[in-house]
T-cell receptor, first 113, second 115 residues
Framework: KAGVTQTPRYLIKTRGQQVTLSCSPI?????VSWYQQTPGQGLQFLFE???????NKGNFPGRFSGRQFSNSRSEMNVSTLELGDSALYLC????????????FGPGTRLLVL | GDSVTQMEGPVTLSEEAFLTINCTYT??????LFWYVQYPGEGLQLLLK?????DKGSNKGFEATYRKETTSFHLEKGSVQVSDSAVYFC??????????????FGQGTILTVHP
């Protein structure tokens, strides 16, 4: 089975711009979670989608949003980028049951200048 | 709140040395516990997991036992290799509908193994 894929792998943006990141889960997985990884804050949960519905959300400002499509692929969007949004953004997929194992993609590294 | 605490790194060992990375979690609910590993420039790979007290997860020579009485899930390996050099994350995933998709991670421990 193919693993979780994320595109693009690297991205450079300037402050004030917006960005969209994409995640394709493992075939058959219906849940996609997003995380932000930074040296200072570590790994923090952004949100989770299941069957096109957001079921859970972390403590991030409204500039961070996401969606999921009927084929379970997910996108996250960050508007009005700030320097502090520079991070590795990871998505993970699972079957969707609570406490089920999550499998991670390689991440998208975003640099905001 | 729910949290995970890992031993501070970095940890530097010689090849074939014994490894222990400590992990403790807050005793709320009945979490599942995980160890993930991250190699440079990559995402997280699942190393092992345990879903209830006294379960032992194991993979690639690594082991960890879910200890409810000490709220711990320490990672151990009897003989490390240079290829084990990476960052290791302990994580918990709570039960309950409000926890959908949310893993809570420790801060990560950098392991460097020298030949």
């Amino acid at each position: 089975k193919a693993g979780v894929t994320q595109t693009p792998r690297y991205l450079i943006k300037t402050r004030g711009q917006q960005v969209t990141l994409s995640c394709s889960p493992i075939s058959g997985h219906r849940s996609v979670s997003w995380y932000q990884q930074t040296p200072g804050q570590g790994l923090q949960f952004l949100f989770e989608y299941f069957s096109e519905t957001q079921r859970n959300k972390g403590n991030f400002p409204g500039r961070f949003s996401g969606r999921q499509f009927s084929n379970s692929r997910s996108e996250m969007n960050v508007s009005t980028l700030e320097l502090g949004d520079s991070a590795l953004y990871l998505c993970a997929s699972s079957g969707g049951e609570v406490q089920e194992t999550q499998y991670f993609g390689p991440g998208t590294r975003l640099l905001v200048l | 709140g729910d949290s995970v605490t890992q031993m501070e790194g970095p940890v530097t060992l010689s090849e074939e040395a014994f490894l222990t990375i400590n992990c403790t979690y807050t005793a709320t609910g009945y979490p599942s516990l995980f160890w993930y590993v991250q190699y440079p420039g990559e995402g997280l790979q699942l190393l092992l997991k345990a879903t209830k007290a006294d379960d032992k997860g194991s993979n690639k020579g690594f082991e960890a036992t879910y200890r409810k009485e000490t709220t711990s899930f320490h990672l151990e390996k009897g003989s490390v290799q240079v290829s084990d050099s990476a960052v290791y994350f302990c994580a918990r995933h709570n039960a309950g509908g409000t926890s959908y998709g949310k893993l809570t991670f420790g801060q990560g421990t950098i392991l460097t193994v020298h030949p």
